[in-house]
């Protein structure tokens, strides 16, 4: 047995085969074999929510409603950071409220108490936490955005696409796509003029160079390039 334990194709062999079935082994053996007892899975739980709760700001929102807990009738009390505050203020408010000790039991253990004209319930949801910055992007050199790509009678660079009216991050894009910008730009303009092989682009045509400039765009839309508005 211990030569087979010291095995390590044994082992994984053994530990597949568990991952395999381990979804029909009882939530009890589950239970035994990872914390040792019921009492040590419990415990660890709470101990388990208690972080995630630190790290997950929660708000409790105590609400007065009718016999029923009708919606409409709901109304809210008071706004609370933590469930043990809540109760703390129900408890002070005892007798305001006309609650009797197994009113607050009701409302702790259920969320509401029952059997009342006017009774009381609350619920809880983590508030919202902002993602952490995203870090400062290091700036590029000024030759990045100055480099000019040419296909055909087309030209370009990413600094003509960062001061457009409507103005392109052009940060992450590479000279790859910057190469096939330009190419696909070229051809898509060349097939609306219907040009021929021996005809060329001139950008000094207005409808030349309107068509031109609405192409390059779409094209640059196409390649995923963000517009500074859209991020």
């Known amino acids: 047995m211990k030569r087979a334990l010291e095995d390590t194709e044994f082992v994984e062999y053994i530990e597949s085969r568990f991952k395999e079935h381990s979804s029909s082994v009882p939530v009890e053996d589950k239970i035994r074999l990872a914390f040792g007892s019921f009492d040590n899975a419990l415990y660890e739980f709470n101990e388990h929510k208690e972080k995630t709760g630190r790290n997950h700001p929660q708000v409790y929102m105590l609400y007065r409603s009718d016999a029923w807990h009708s919606s409409s009738s709901m109304e809210l009390v008071a706004l609370f950071s933590s469930f043990a505050n809540m109760m703390e203020y129900l408890r002070r408010k005892k007798k305001e409220f006309h609650l009797k000790a197994s009113d607050l039991e009701e409302f702790k253990n259920n969320r509401q108490t ?118």
């Open 114 to 231: 029952q059997g009342r004209d006017e009774n009381y319930l609350y619920e809880s949801d983590y508030l919202d936490v902002l993602p952490d910055p995203e870090p400062e992007r290091p700036p590029r050199e000024q030759a990045f955005y100055d480099k000019i790509f040419v296909y055909g009678k087309s030209e370009l660079s990413r600094k003509e696409l960062e001061f457009m009216p409507a103005s392109f991050d052009t940060y992450d894009v590479t000279d790859e796509q910057m190469e096939e910008i330009v190419r696909e730009t070229e051809q898509e303009t060349r097939d609306r003029l219907r040009l021929g092989e021996n005809e060329s682009i001139d950008l000094e045509n207005d409808r030349h160079s309107e068509i031109w400039w609405e192409e390059m765009e779409k094209t640059v839309v196409r390649h995923g390039v963000p517009y500074y508005e859209d991020e």
